[in-house]
């Protein structure tokens, strides 16, 4: 392999592992605390079989379905995911609200129909069938006057 051409990837994977850090640790942006998870999934590991050693390829992947978020009933809401590693891997990405597959995209607009708490969680699977999941709170008020998130 060309050798520029490993040190773009390096510094490609350099720069996206700093960027979803950053957008991790502030919760990816907006005024709120973000009161949910990482979660990852496992890197490559060495296992010694039948004495020779044999690497498994497992994705190093980390995702945040960001802050939680207040809208208003009937106000179409952008809900954004965020993914670090190496996305070469993703399969890929679901929004669901329960059982209910809202989005196949890692952001999309929703529209709440109703009153209440929602809870909606980021899925993201790999393309060895790890899954991974995330999930992020939505306030749905009747009328959202720009108070800030009470969690």
């Known amino acids: 392999m060309d050798r ?14 700093i960027v979803s850090t950053i957008f991790v640790a502030c919760g990816g942006g907006g005024g709120s605390d973000d009161t949910s998870t990482e979660a990852s999934s496992l890197t490559d590991t060495t296992t010694q079989v039948d004495g020779t050693n044999e690497t498994v390829q497992e994705t190093a992947l980390s995702i945040s379905a960001g802050s939680d978020k207040i809208t208003q009933v009937n106000t179409p809401t952008t809900i954004q995911g965020y993914v670090g590693g190496d996305l070469q891997h993703v399969h890929s990405y679901e929004w669901r609200k329960g059982d209910t ?8 607009v929703y529209t709440p129909t109703s009153v209440g708490t929602e809870e909606l969680t980021l899925v993201v699977i790999d393309d060895n069938a790890n899954r991974l999941e995330d999930s992020m709170l939505l306030e749905v008020r009747a009328e959202y006057d720009g108070d800030p998130l009470p969690f």
């Open 4 to 17: 520029s051409l490993v040190l773009k990837k390096v510094i490609l994977i350099t720069w996206m592992s």
């Open 101 to 108: 597959i809202l989005a196949t995209t890692l952001s999309f």
